[in-house]
């Protein structure tokens, strides 16, 4: 019997302290691929700025459109193992697949863009490349 309530109380401890910790896989979800053209116009307000100021683009945080979102990377030594994106507001992570391209722009909290190609802000014609577009919102809850 005192076996048990101690397995109960580390049960109830475990889902206690870690009830904010919650993982989401991307890899795992289904997605749109859509154009340029196709993104909300903020987000390509904000593409165009960043290559016309800045053409070395730090890609250490993402793009966000009424938001709050913050990426964590994972390094061994000079390369990244592994990259989470954060809401900072929920706390709730997605794990990202290994070398993502950048920027990742995420919009209202709903909507995560990733290019599908490299170097988009240092293409020749930034118009031409396509996106994976997530729905933040259609991501179920659960340990990945």
Same mark, same amino acid.
């Given at each position: 019997?005192?076996?048990?309530?101690?397995? %109960?109380?580390?049960?109830?401890?475990?889902?206690?302290?870690?009830?904010?910790?919650?993982?989401?896989?991307?890899?795992?979800y289904g997605y749109e691929v859509?154009?340029? #053209?196709?993104? +909300?116009?903020?987000?390509?307000? $904000? /593409?165009? =700025? =960043?290559? %016309?100021?800045?053409?070395?683009? #730090?890609?250490?945080? +993402?793009?966000?459109?009424?938001?709050?979102?913050? /990426?964590?990377?994972?390094?061994?030594? +000079?390369?990244?193992?592994?990259?989470?994106?954060?809401?900072?507001?929920? %706390?709730?992570?997605?794990?990202?697949?290994?070398?993502? +391209? $950048?920027?990742?722009?995420?919009?209202k909290n709903g909507y995560l863009?990733?290019?599908?190609?490299?170097?988009?802000?240092? $293409?020749?014609?930034?118009?031409?490349?396509?996106? #994976?577009?997530? $729905?933040?919102?259609?991501?179920?809850?659960?340990?990945?």
């Amino acid at each position: 019997m005192k076996k048990y309530i101690i397995l %109960a109380l580390c049960v109830f401890a475990i889902f206690f302290f870690c009830k904010r910790c919650v993982y989401h896989n991307l890899s795992l979800y289904g997605y749109e691929v859509i154009k340029y #053209r196709d993104l +909300p116009k903020i987000i390509q307000d $904000s /593409l165009e =700025r =960043r290559v %016309a100021e800045d053409w070395c683009y #730090r890609n250490d945080e +993402p793009i966000c459109i009424e938001c709050s979102y913050s /990426l964590k990377r994972n390094t061994f030594g +000079p390369w990244i193992t592994s990259e989470t994106l954060i809401n900072n507001e929920s %706390a709730v992570e997605y794990k990202l697949k290994y070398n993502t +391209p $950048s920027p990742i722009m995420v919009y209202k909290n709903g909507y995560l863009f990733i290019p599908q190609n490299y170097n988009i802000l240092t $293409s020749v014609d930034m118009h031409m490349i396509t996106y #994976r577009k997530y $729905s933040l919102n259609n991501c179920f809850l659960g340990w990945f």
